[in-house]
């Protein structure tokens, strides 16, 4: 059983840059690839990024490439999120989740086997 908890979200500015973390207790952090999702008030939850078990391979969804970065160190059992140039469009409560796939890390949230409860990201215009 492994146990997310995210931290960093808060109110930014258009433009600005927010630093989330997740840090993960139980099982072996390594085994796991990361993902981070996103799901704003009355719609569905969406891939934002994921990143494999040893953080040698990245995927990002199209709305924030060149904009995040996805990254994770093993020894500390955490995986960052580093957003800029934040857009309104980019509100929404960010989770993070962890999966025992060995394969590339994937983009489907229900292959995903644990979620973290969340943290806000509110980006003002």
């Known amino acids: 059983q492994v146990q997310l908890v995210e931290s960093g979200g808060g109110l930014v500015q258009a433009g600005g840059s927010l630093r989330l973390s997740c840090a993960a207790s139980g099982g072996t952090f390594s085994s796991y690839a990361m993902g981070w999702f996103r799901q704003a008030p009355g719609k569905e939850r969406e891939f934002v990024a994921a990143?494999?078990?040893?953080?040698?391979?990245?995927r990002y969804a199209d709305p924030v490439k060149g904009r995040f970065t996805i990254s994770r160190v093993n020894p500390e059992k955490t995986v960052y999120l580093q957003m800029t140039d934040l857009k309104p469009e980019d509100s929404a409560i960010y989770f993070c989740?962890?999966?025992?796939?060995?394969?590339?890390?994937?983009?489907?949230?229900?292959?995903?086997?644990?979620w973290g409860q969340g943290t806000q990201v509110t980006v003002s215009s």
């Open positions: 989740a962890a999966d025992r796939t060995i394969f590339p890390p994937r983009i489907v949230a229900s292959e995903y086997d644990y």
């Open positions: 990143i494999d078990r040893g953080g040698g391979s990245t």
